[in-house]
């Protein structure tokens, strides 16, 4: 994940005023730091300029000298990452039969990711292991069933993910 949001807030800006100040539409911000969509090299080095920092360490890496295919690179892991997960999410309310809008699909879908990442974050700070355990038991102890492993491997592929993707942007275009 890029660490957009933190420097932003390092440096106690809003949302609103770091789009406004930087000719930023406020829905694209919000997607980059959202990770809904990934920084293009060229806006990545502008990004890194503003906060005076190198493009790998906007970007989340911990070295300085990224390459933009490397940049490039993670950016496409990142998006199919998250395509199949928002796949899966689709998949998993519409056989569970909930009811959801388009707007409220992509806002529960992102707000479920930012939880994931604040608790991945905690799991790596918090020190007390028991805590943890309690915590996170079902992460820790929910096994899906082998037959229910080996249909996911089938289903989740990349090429079905990409068409699955663009029957969805069809359906809310």
């Known amino acids: 994940m890029n660490r957009l949001k933190e420097l932003r807030k390092r440096d106690k800006i809003t949302q609103v005023a770091f789009a406004k ?10 997607s980059w730091e959202n990770g809904e969509s990934q920084i293009k090299p060229e806006k990545a080095q502008h990004l890194a300029d503003i906060f005076g920092v190198s493009v790998g360490y906007l970007l989340g890496f911990n070295i300085d000298d990224v390459t933009e295919d490397e940049i490039n690179f993670h950016n496409n892991v990142m998006e199919r ?3 199949e997960a928002f796949i899966r999410f689709l998949d998993f309310i519409t056989l569970s039969d909930i009811v959801l809008s388009d707007k409220q699909i992509e806002m529960i879908f992102y707000q479920l990711q930012d939880l994931s990442e604040l608790n991945s974050y905690y799991r790596y700070t918090e020190t007390d292991v028991e805590k943890l355990k309690s915590m996170y038991s079902v992460k820790l102890n929910y096994m899906p069933t ?8 089938i289903l989740y592929k990349e090429d079905a993910i ?3 993707f ?8």
């Open 81 to 83: 990452m998250n395509k």
């Open 146 to 153: 082998e037959g229910l492993i080996k249909i996911s491997n």
């Open 21 to 30: 100040d930087n000719g930023i539409p406020l829905r694209t911000l919000q």
């Open 162 to 164: 990409e068409e699955q």
């Open 166 to 173: 663009e029957q969805y942007k069809k359906i809310i275009d």
